[in-house]
């Protein structure tokens, strides 16, 4: 049997090469001559509302009754936003891997957060910037 690279067998690689390589064309940016700003990496810390700390209590106290992926997408979802979180519980209720109590319970306190504290804290940063660009 054939050795395999990441699924390709090693016999068809140089094909799998020229076949990738007639339609990628790979462009370095220092190729291309494009002058990219300097980037300016800063950290902001976000608190969490009463509510959006509910939701990561509920889903803490929840997560070990669920699988692998199914606590990666949980989680996933829950650092995205609570209504990410409240869609992906309520899609796993229907499809019956999750508590249609859990769904409730989670769509009960994602109503009580309009705005993410995410959301409100990006929107500052976003006016703080176009203030300071437009001085």
Known sequence: MAA???GL??????????????????TRRVDAKLA????????????PTWDELQLQQ???DNISSFNGLQQTSL??????????????????AANGTAASTLAFEVKSLTQRVPVPSKAKAL?????????????
């Not at 067998?9 to 790979?26: N, Q």
């Not at 990219?36 to 608190?47: A, G």
């Open 58 to 60: 509920v889903t803490a």
């Open 75 to 92: 989680l996933v979802a829950l650092m995205s936003s609570p209504q990410a979180l409240a869609a992906q519980v309520e899609y796993m």
């Open 4 to 6: 395999t690279l990441g």
């Open 9 to 26: 067998k090693s016999a068809h690689k140089d094909e799998f090469r020229k076949i990738v390589g007639s339609y990628m064309l790979r």
């Open 123 to 135: 929107l500052s940063i976003a006016n703080d910037l176009r203030k300071k660009n437009c001085k």
């Open 36 to 47: 990219f700003p300097e980037r300016q990496v800063q950290t902001y810390s976000v608190n």
